[in-house]
T-cell receptor
Framework: GENVEQHPSTLSVQEGDSAVIKCTYSDSASNYFPWYKQELGKRPQLIIDIRSNVGEKKDQRIAVTLNKTAKHFSLHITETQPEDSAVYFCAAPQRTGRRALTFGSGTRLQVQP | DAGVTQSPTHLIKTRGQQVTLRCSPKSGHDTVSWYQQALGQGPQFIFQYYEEEERQRGNFPDRFSGHQFPNYSSELNVNALLLGDSALYLC?????????????FGDGTRLSIL
């Protein structure tokens, strides 16, 4: 099955700096890569996703890049704000069935004011 | 347009008991997936339902079972509860119109086993 590795496990940045979270996946057939943000005690919220036919996707301060050859994808957050503080999860679809997700272990991002 | 709703929000059980958790998918969605999220970890896939059948299953024992109803809502049942079953149980729904559709999560049911 799919295996997703996520780094770093914790990340602390100053407000206004950029943050980068990286994930690698094992199944070369995977073609959809979502990112979720989970605040304490709340549901995981889909913040951005990318499909394998593009190498980069942006949505305001958030961007995701994908390198299919190296089988890794990254989340970039620019001009970080305290409200960006949360746990971020990457995910990739499993090969079988209707593509349930395999999640990374999460990155706890702390934005210091 | 209601999102994914789950009930109950919290539940306390003792070892050996049985529990049923419920999920109503987002309007227009017909696929429901269940995940277990232990404290400090990422969600782990339990199983997925589509057209009232279990289509895919993760690495969970048979004590975990489910059902999907004609209105696309779903239940997760866990028998013979163990202390290790304490976790946040998340339901996610998606549209079955194609693979790799975005999954949207409910707020979860926090299950505590004493």
């Amino acid at each position: 099955g799919e295996n997703v590795e996520q780094h770093p496990s914790t990340l602390s940045v100053q407000e206004g700096d950029s943050a980068v979270i990286k994930c690698t996946y094992s199944d070369s057939a995977s073609n959809y890569f979502p990112w979720y943000k989970q605040e304490l005690g709340k549901r995981p919220q889909l913040i951005i996703d990318i499909r394998s036919n593009v190498g980069e996707k942006k949505d305001q301060r958030i961007a995701v890049t994908l390198n299919k050859t190296a089988k890794h994808f990254s989340l970039h957050i620019t001009e970080t704000q305290p409200e960006d503080s949360a746990v971020y999860f990457c995910a990739a679809p499993q090969r079988t069935g209707r593509r349930a997700l395999t999640f990374g272990s999460g990155t706890r991002l702390q934005v210091q004011p | 347009d209601a999102g994914v709703t789950q009930s109950p929000t919290h539940l306390i059980k003792t070892r050996g008991q049985q529990v049923t958790l419920r999920c109503s998918p987002k309007s227009g969605h017909d696929t429901v997936s269940w995940y277990q999220q232990a404290l400090g970890q990422g969600p782990q896939f339990i199983f997925q339902y589509y057209e009232e059948e279990e289509r895919q299953r993760g690495n969970f024992p048979d004590r975990f079972s489910g059902h999907q109803f004609p209105n696309y809502s779903s239940e997760l049942n866990v028998n013979a509860l163990l202390l290790g079953d304490s976790a946040l149980y998340l339901c996610a729904s998606s549209s079955g119109t194609g693979a790799n559709q975005p999954q949207h999560f409910g707020d979860g049911t926090r299950l505590s086993i004493l």
